[in-house]
């Protein structure tokens, strides 16, 4: 792999093409003009290539010989156009725009969508959602358009768990640690969400779900801007969030950064059914849980000339989610009458830290689009846990039996990732090529010591404790074409190779557990532009589901005194086959079809140990499983004050078990809507309400209830629209909690349900301060995507 990268390098001034070049300096007579649009076409009126004026209103474009039409236009001036004849490098001097006096003032009130259909993604303009003010990124990530957010797990509807990145590069966590890492990263701070369905073979080939990409604000030109927010989440219990971000971007600079903290707490509350031949366990969990965190994120980009920039990115937590929980387990006997009482109480002591850094240079070759960056980065996360829990036995009578169990658990997580990637965009003649390459390592230790304190004495387990060691090396190469046949048509191919062995190592069992294997992810997409109106995209992806850290760690977690964890390391990933279609018309209306097949497939299960009425969570791979669905999305947009962006699905599952678990998988079909609406009230006042409805589902092993969810929310802008103060109520009717997840394993039936803080009040203000004097008229001119396109 270190001798593919090295020869990239070596033969990528081979690979680059000579040009010709053509060069100037746009002007008004008293100063430069930035961001003019400069396009050369051929006699048929066809884009050759094309570019933008920099700072200083200089120009540098590259093309074979030939004979062209030069187009220089900016808004408020007259066009300038000139037929040129190039046989070698031709230098223009400079080039005077004249004023259109036809044009009195230009106001620029066009605001973006909040919901945008790309061919192969879904972009949520977070800003434009007044839902998310005061939130988190995981708020944000509820309401984007197609995710559903439940038990820590984040998924894309109908496809599965998709995979994280922060501007373009992965996060290595996943399930609680992920949620926990994104509730630190203020929504403010976010300018959209990407969510990627059918990624391309530059992306890693990890997540069923596909990708979600999370890209934070940046300042805009020449100008610098503070913003201090403060919001309070009011549910049973409360908690108060801080947070100040600061853009600025002056000449060669680009700098971000933003310091987040919380303090307070929150409520979740969990049941759980388990129906044993002899007896039922009705099992209710209440806790609370601390919310205290403190966050910094740092970006800052430099200009080293005019074609290379360097920067770094850093995004750092500390964490304290402290919890205390109550736990009643009613003991039915056969006759339906209560047998007695299991009462348990838990305190867990956490400490979580992470810090992400990047470090990155991308270097512009030439004006056609020929570039090169690479990525360097270091992830290092830990965390620190302390449970202790005492289990009483009572009579129906509420007497006290006696010390059912008690335990004391101390234990460590450690993950450190270290990856190294460089990307090359490289467009000729016949196709638009991207290549590069990415190795990655991944260490994970930890660590359980269980104590029993039954006795006046902590008395260790060795039975239970364990030390498990887990490191993970990946290897990736890739190639796309993108080929635009005519007027009509585009087409992208593209194939990722990667390598990956991994090592497990379980000390107090002395057991190693290796595996290595080396697959080809394919990816392509064609798109038909038919007319103005109407656009079809089909799209195939291979992608590839890796087993969780935990998920492999071989510990009995032990959660009370009837119910456990533990986990597999011989878990196997899973390989899964997207297939999608997508119609848009006028850019309106989205009519999408999607199949996904997945291979090797893993899960918990819900088993028990029936003898001693003990409740176990366990994995293994199982099953194949197809999901297929349906889908309309629309815009309704006609009346000036509404703006309505709604979606309807239909969402099936078919489900073979490969292995005998002692249970029948389900199967079933799904309806899901949902709809986000944004009512002007006057220039400074908007309302926000949303509702979202999911049916009843079966899918795999499990079953679930239906769940729905309103909320509404209003902002109000003040002080020249520098002061925003909003107030959300979330699930007004605290219906959209997960409920009645039903499994039956070797004739046990168990019921789940969860309620993690679902429904609140948060009442939020931010106040922005700075340099006025923001150049947004040309930074947000709308020619971006066509420009991009002509390099």
Known sequence: MKRFTLLIFLLLPILLISQVSIKGNVTDKSQAIAWANVVLTDSNEHIVTGGITDDNGKFNLKTESGTYRLTISFIG???????????????????????????????????????????????????????????????????????????????????????????????????????????????????????????????????????????????????WKNTISIANNINTFNFLTLRNSLLYNKGRLSLTFNANGTKGNSRNIEDFQVYYPNSIWDININSKDKEDH????????????????????????????????????????????????????GNNHVKVNSHSINLHTYTKLDSLGKSVSLDFDYFIYNSDQNRNFITNSFSPNNDLLGINAAANTFSNQNIENFSAKTDIEHPIKFINLSYGAKISTIKNSSDIQFFNAITDSLVLDTNISNTFKYEETNQAIYVSGLKKINEKWDVQLGLRFENTKTKGYSVELNETNTNTYTKLFPSFYASYKKNENNNFSISYGKRIERPRFRDLNPFRVVISSNTFSIGNPFLRPSFVDNFEFKHTYKNKFTTHAFLSIRNDGSSIIFTSDVENSTQIVTRSNFFKQYIYGFGESFILNKITWWQSQNSMNLIGSKTEFTENIGAQPQNGIMFSA?????????????????????????????????????????????????????????????????????STVNGIKQTYGQNDNNRFIRLSAKYSFGNKKIKENRRNFGNEEETRRAN
């Open 77 to 223: 001036y007259t066009a300038f156009e000139k037929e040129i004849i190039l046989k070698g490098d031709l230098d223009l001097g400079s080039i005077e725009l004249k004023a259109d006096n036809t044009l009195d003032a230009i106001v620029i009130t066009h605001q973006k969508k909040l919901i945008e259909q790309k061919p192969d993604r879904i972009i949520f303009n977070v800003e434009n959602n007044i839902n998310t003010i005061g939130g988190d990124a995981l708020d944000a990530l509820r309401i984007a358009p197609g995710l559903r957010i439940q038990n820590n797990s984040i998924n894309l509807l109908g496809k599965g768990e998709s995979r994280v990145m922060i501007n373009g590069r992965l996060l290595q966590l996943s399930g609680e640690d992920l949620t926990s890492y994104l509730n630190t990263i203020s929504a403010n701070d976010i300018k959209k969400i990407e969510v990627i369905t059918s990624p391309p073979a530059k992306y890693e080939a990890a997540g069923n779900g596909g990708l979600i990409n999370i890209i934070l604000k940046k300042g805009q030109l020449n100008s």
């Open 294 to 345: 403190l966050s910094t994120q740092l970006l800052l980009d430099y200009d080293i000339s005019k074609h290379t920039t360097i920067g770094i990115q850093y995004l750092g937590n500390t964490k304290t989610p402290n919890l205390v929980d109550e736990s009643i387990s009613k003991i039915f006997n056969q006759s339906n009458q209560l047998d007695s009482l299991l009462i348990n109480n």
């Open 674 to 742: 949902n709809s986000s609406n944004t009512i002007t009230l006057n220039s400074s006042t908007k309302l926000q309400i949303d509702a979202s409805y999911d049916s009843p589902f079966k899918a795999g092993l499990f079953s679930m209830g239906k769940t729905y969810s309103i909320d509404l929310g209003i902002s109000k802008q003040f002080l020249n629209k520098d002061l925003q103060v909003a107030v959300l109520v979330k699930d007004i009717f605290n219906t959209s909690s997960l409920n009645n997840l039903e």
